[in-house]
């Protein structure tokens, strides 16, 4: 079975860059339904019954950029348990500083460069290769193989694995475990991640003249009575809090929040800029909050809006609104499920090492396939390091992502054979 990968080294690294060719850009959502297709079309001629899902009605659904997503199924020669790969076909904008065409899929030096290639295109190249060559190795065994491509997980996954997770494809008894190709380092095993919490907080002010603003009530101003309060009590607390989740980097072992846009006074739809005559009446901030396995979601909110009532109780005309936008539980499997002990065989037999257990730092499509689908025994697991998703110059190695499929196929002969 691995020798059949090392055959294919090429066909690999074909399937890669013409994936990096369509440039699946999200948002809007560019490219989502050639690239389905393409994918859907491939797994057809090995013998895959494909369906292509829509979500419809998704955030960011119409008819000009269509969420489409393609789920592949392989059904061995007898009942047994069902393995799904599941990768995001979405991609970030490219942004400036690339020495190359972010979509061109260029091959130099061992590597493929492009946008997506290491999150995670490169993946989901490599769990197609890994599936077809077990199955050419083992075409009597028993249960059944998925791989998916689903969209918008770069803006929350409602449009692809949330929107399928619902519909019943990540459910039991259609599907037992589950890979997400994810570019965490061929050698580490993502067992889950950080819970998130988004909430956008605006505070009020009266409009008036802005050569009068005594006539008025700066809601910018409150906004820094906010800001300031933050530094002072909030960032401090949250520091002091750690998890013995093995979070990597170890940096976000601790809680944390990021001030995600602050937005106030005339609306930015006028850029290059005219000048804004008022006093503003409006401010808005949108947090992301990042918490621990330990923390209760509950108290996680309520550390800001007390601080928020705080400041209504103690500043002179402070008045705030508070809404939330996402909530994601953190979820962790554990160490002795079967699809963790499967890949960390095949880390073992490829690497000659234990694989190294590791959290991220942030959400990704396993929180919907948990919340959602209640499917627990789910890992992220991929080729690519972690650090070049989302950068200039983005690149995937080669090597890396024949390493990763033989580890993905020997998972599979492990789940679906119970053998090595």
């Known amino acids: 079975m691995l020798d059949l990968i090392d055959k294919r080294i090429d066909e690999l ?13 999200n948002p809007p959502g560019e490219a989502y339904t050639p690239c389905a297709e393409y994918i859907g079309n491939r797994l057809k001629r090995r013998g895959f019954e494909v369906e292509y899902v829509r979500g419809i009605g998704a955030p960011g659904d119409n008819d000009r950029y ?24 979405d991609v970030v904008e490219a942004g400036e500083g690339w020495s190359v065409d972010p979509f061109e899929g260029i091959i130099r030096d061992g590597r493929v460069y492009g946008r997506g290639t290491c999150d995670m295109k490169g993946g989901l190249a490599s769990s197609i290769i890994a599936a077809e060559a077990f199955i050419d190795a083992y075409p009597d065994f028993s249960g059944a193989i998925e791989i998916s491509g689903t969209v918008d997980e770069e803006s929350g996954g409602f449009g692809g694995v949330a929107y399928l997770a619902k519909q019943g494809y990540f459910s039991k008894p259609r599907v037992d475990h589950v890979i997400i190709p994810e570019p965490l380092n061929k050698d580490r095993i993502c067992l889950g991640h950080r819970g998130v919490w988004w909430a956008e907080i605006e505070t009020k002010g009266r409009i008036a003249h802005g050569s009068m603003p005594f006539l008025g009530d700066s809601a910018i101003r409150h906004m820094g009575a906010v800001l300031e ?50 006093v503003p009446d409006s401010c808005k901030m949108v947090i992301d909050r990042r918490f621990l396995i330990e923390e209760d979601l509950g108290e ?11 400041l209504a109780r103690d500043r002179a005309n402070f008045r705030y609104e508070i809404r939330d936008m996402m909530e994601v539980m953190p979820t962790m499997t554990e ?53 070049l998703a989302h950068q200039p110059d983005e690149w995937v190695g080669i090597q890396d992502m024949v390493d990763a ?3 993905m196929a020997i998972g599979l002969n492990i789940l679906l054979r119970g053998t090595r």
Request: net charge neutral; with cysteine.
């Open 405 to 407: 499929a033989k580890v």
């Open 300 to 310: 996680v909110k309520s550390e800001v809006i007390s601080l928020l009532d705080r």
């Open 335 to 387: 160490k002795d499920a079967p699809v963790v002990q499967a890949i960390g065989h095949g880390i073992h037999d490829i690497f000659g090492k234990d694989a190294e257990f590791v959290v991220s730092p942030g959400t990704y499509d396993q929180k919907h396939i948990a919340r959602i689908g209640h499917i627990y025994d789910c890992i992220a697991y991929g080729p690519g390091i972690l650090d």
């Open 66 to 89: 269509p969420r489409t997503n393609i789920i592949a199924r392989f059904d061995g020669r007898s009942p047994g348990p069902t393995v799904h790969f599941n990768s995001h076909i």
């Open 229 to 278: 309060a933050f530094e002072r009590d909030l960032f401090p607390a949250l520091d002091r809090k750690v998890t013995s989740m093995p979070v990597a980097p170890v940096g976000a072992r601790r809680s944390t929040m990021n001030i995600n846009s602050l937005h106030g006074g005339q609306t930015d739809a006028f850029y290059p800029g005219l000048p804004s005559p008022n």
């Open 13 to 25: 690294t074909q399937l890669t860059v013409d994936l990096i060719r369509f440039p699946t850009v």
